[in-house]
C-alpha cells in the first residue's frame, strides 16, 4: 500500500507515542504496586509491634489471643515460638495447629528471630491463600515472634482501581499525541510539496526558488537546492574543465597523488599518498588501488566520476602510525582521450583543523573575557557623562568601579602577553643559578599580608636550600600564581609551601585547605581560561590564565606539574624542576 508522506509521518509518530505511553504506563502499574505493598507492609507493621507490646496483658491461651486479635484487627494473626513452633493461629483451630508445620525457616521468621522486621510475600500451605506476612519480635514468654498477614486480594482491588486511571490517563495522553503528531506531519508534507513544485518550475526553465527558512533540514535542503539550479544555470564548456583540471593538478603536486585506470588499478602513485594512508611505501603500478588503501570513501569517489560526476570530494579520516589524520579528497577524470582513468588528490587537512579549532576557542575565551571589563566600563562611563559627576554620593564608587575594572583588563591583557611570549617558537630562557627556597620565602613574604587579612596563616616548611638553575623571573612568576590562587580560593584554615628534591630534580609543593577540585575538572586545569566555578573566579578577579602560564613555564624549563584534590579536602599543587636544565629547553 503506498501511504503518503503525511500519513507515514503520522503513523511513525503514532507508534513511538503508543511505544513510549505503553512503556510508561508499565513502569506506572509497577510502581503502584510496589507502593501499595509498601504501604500495606508499613501499616501491617504497626499493627505487629502494637500487639506485640500487649502480649504480656494477652488473656487465656496463645490460641484464643490469636483468634481474639484476628477478629479484632481484621488481620491473620500468627504468634510463634523461637524453635518455630506455631503456638496460634487466627486462621486455625486450636486442635489443628499440632499438623501446622514448623515456620522457623520461612523468610519472615528468621528475620524477626534476628530482631529485625520481617517482610514476605507468598501462598499460604496452611490456609492455601497468597498473603502479604509481616513478623516482628515479640520476646515475651513463650512466645518469639508475632506475625500479622493480609490477603493480597484487598490490595489487588486497590491496585485495579489505580490501573484504570492510569488508563484513562494514558489514553488521553495518547489523543492528545496523535493530534500533534497529525499537525506535525501535515506541516512538514506541505514544506516538501513546496520544495517539488520548485523542482518542477526549475525542470520546466521556470526562475523558481525554494523556501530556506526555517533554518532546519528541510531548509538547509532548500538552501543546497538553490545552489544546485544556479550551478545548472551557469554552463561551464570543455575548456574551463581542462583548465580546471591543470590548474588541480599543479596546486595539490605536494599532495597525495594517484592515477587510476578505469579497472581500479594504479597506474602511478607518489609517496606522499602512502604517506597520508598510513603506508611505508606507495603501491606498484597494476595494484588495486583499493587493496592499497582500504578506504571505501575513495573506492566510491571513483565511481562517482566514471558515473560522470565532476570533481567529487569527500573527507577521509584513517589512522595512521602518527595518529589520526584529516584528509580531502578530490577525484576527477584526465578527459576523453584517457580511456576512463580518474585522478585521485588527497590533501591533509589535519593541522588545518587543529589550528582552527584552537583559534576559534582562543577567540572565543578572550571576547567572553573581554566583554564583562568592557561593558562595566561602558556602563559607569555613560552614567557619568549623563550626570553622574553631580552625584556627590556615588561618582566616587562609578570612578572605583571603572578603575577596578581597568585593573582587571590590564591584568589580563599582562597574562595573554606573558602566555603568548611563553608559545612564541623559539622562546628562551635566561638560566642562572638560584636558591628555591629563597626565592619561595620571598613571594610568600609579599602575598602574607593578604593572607593574613584574608585571616590565612601562610607559611614556608624550613629546610636546605633548594640550588637550581633557571630563569628567576619565570620562577616568581610560578610560584606568584600559585601562591595567588591558594589566597584567592582559600576561605580558612591555612596555606603551607613544602620544597625539596634530590641529585637531579628540585620539587615544590603549595598545600591549601580550599574546597578542592572536582576529580573530573582536574585534567582541564591547566587549559587557558578553564574555570571550575567562573562566577566565583571572576568575583576574585582571576584571568583564568594563572595555571596555564604556570604549566608553559615548568614546561619550558623541561619540567612537570601536577595536581592532587579531592572536593572538600583542599588542594596540592606541585612542580619539578631539573636542578640544571639542558640548554635546549
Not at 509498601?38 to 509491634?49: D, G, N, V, Y
Not at 490501573?163 to 506535525?184: D, H, K, M, N, P
Not at 565511481?303 to 569527500?314: F, I, K, L, T
Request: proline letters at 5%; a neutral charge.
Amino acid at each position: 500500500m503506498n501511504f503518503s508522506l503525511r500519513a507515514r509521518l503520522f503513523i511513525a509518530c503514532a507508534l513511538v507515542a503508543l511505544a513510549a505511553l505503553a512503556a510508561v504506563t508499565a513502569l506506572v502499574a509497577r510502581e503502584q504496586r510496589e507502593w501499595l505493598l509498601q504501604t500495606h507492609q508499613q501499616s501491617l507493621e504497626r499493627t505487629a509491634r502494637s500487639l506485640a507490646r500487649d502480649l504480656p496483658r494477652a488473656p487465656g491461651g496463645w490460641p484464643e489471643t490469636a483468634h481474639t486479635w484476628g477478629r479484632m484487627v481484621g488481620l491473620r494473626v500468627t504468634l510463634m515460638a523461637a524453635d518455630g513452633r506455631v503456638l496460634g493461629d487466627s486462621d486455625v483451630p486450636a486442635e489443628g495447629l499440632s499438623r501446622v508445620e514448623n515456620h522457623r525457616e520461612r523468610p519472615e521468621m528468621r528475620a524477626a528471630l534476628a530482631w529485625k522486621t520481617g517482610h514476605a510475600v507468598r501462598r499460604s500451605r496452611t490456609v492455601g491463600i497468597e498473603f502479604l506476612y509481616v513478623a516482628v519480635p515479640a520476646a515475651s514468654g513463650e512466645v518469639a515472634v508475632l506475625r500479622v498477614a493480609e490477603p493480597l486480594t484487598a490490595i489487588a482491588s486497590l491496585r485495579a482501581s489505580l490501573l484504570r486511571l492510569t488508563l484513562v490517563a494514558a489514553a488521553v495522553a495518547l489523543l492528545l499525541s496523535l493530534a500533534i503528531a497529525y499537525w506535525i506531519a501535515g506541516r512538514h508534507s506541505r514544506r516538501i510539496r513546496d520544495l517539488e513544485a520548485a523542482a518542477a518550475a526549475v525542470g520546466r526553465g521556470d526562475g523558481a526558488r525554494a523556501r530556506e527558512l526555517p533554518a532546519d533540514e528541510l531548509g538547509r535542503l532548500g538552501r543546497a537546492f538553490n545552489r544546485m539550479a544556479a550551478e545548472l544555470r551557469s554552463r561551464v564548456d570543455a575548456l574551463e574543465r581542462e583548465r580546471d583540471m591543470r590548474e588541480r593538478i599543479v596546486a595539490h603536486l605536494g599532495d597525495g597523488v594517484a592515477l587510476v585506470d578505469r579497472e581500479g588499478r594504479v597506474m602511478h602513485a607518489n609517496q606522499a599518498l602512502a604517506a597520508l594512508l598510513g603506508e611505508p611505501t606507495p603501491p606498484a603500478p597494476g595494484t588495486p588501488f583499493l587493496d592499497f588503501a582500504r578506504a571505501p570513501e575513495l573506492g566510491d569517489l571513483m565511481r562517482r566520476v566514471q558515473a560522470g560526476e565532476e570533481s567529487p570530494e569527500a573527507e577521509l579520516r584513517p589512522w595512521t602510525t602518527a595518529g589520526p589524520r584529516l584528509l580531502q579528497a578530490t577525484a576527477g577524470p584526465l578527459g576523453p582521450s584517457s580511456e576512463g582513468a580518474v585522478l585521485l588528490v588527497l590533501h591533509d587537512l589535519t593541522a588545518m583543523e587543529a589550528a582552527n579549532r584552537v583559534r576559534q576557542d582562543f577567540v572565543a575565551n578572550v571576547s567572553h573575557e573581554l566583554r564583562t571589563p568592557l561593558t562595566s566600563l561602558r556602563g559607569y562611563a555613560e552614567t557619568l557623562l549623563g550626570g553622574g559627576l553631580e552625584d556627590a554620593d556615588h561618582r566616587e564608587g562609578f570612578v572605583r568601579t571603572i578603575h577596578d575594572q581597568a585593573v582587571r583588563l590590564e591584568a589580563l591583557i599582562a597574562d595573554l602577553l606573558s602566555l603568548a611570549e611563553l608559545e612564541r617558537p623559539g622562546a628562551g630562557l635566561r638560566l642562572a643559578a638560584l636558591d628555591l627556597r629563597e626565592v619561595v620565602e620571598r613571594q610568600a613574604a609579599a602575598l602574607r599580608p593578604r593572607a593574613t587579612a584574608a585571616g590565612l596563616a601562610l607559611h614556608v616548611e624550613g629546610g636546605e636550600p633548594v640550588p637550581v638553575e633557571a630563569d628567576r623571573a619565570r620562577i616568581e612568576q610560578v610560584i606568584a600564581n600559585l601562591l595567588d590562587n591558594a589566597v584567592k580560593y582559600t576561605e580558612r584554615g591555612e596555606i603551607s609551601v613544602m620544597l625539596g628534591g634530590d641529585s637531579d630534580r628540585a620539587w615544590c609543593e603549595v598545600v591549601d585547605t580550599g574546597p578542592g577540585i572536582p576529580h573530573e575538572d582536574q585534567p582541564r586545569i591547566f587549559e587557558r581560561f578553564y574555570r571550575v566555578d567562573k562566577a566565583r573566579s571572576r568575583e576574585k578577579g582571576g584571568t583564568g590564565l594563572g595555571l596555564s602560564i604556570v604549566k608553559h613555564i615548568v614546561q619550558l624549563h623541561g619540567g612537570t606539574v601536577t595536581v592532587r584534590s579531592s572536593p572538600g579536602q583542599g588542594s596540592t599543587f606541585r612542580f619539578e624542576i631539573p636542578r640544571a636544565p639542558h640548554r635546549g629547553f
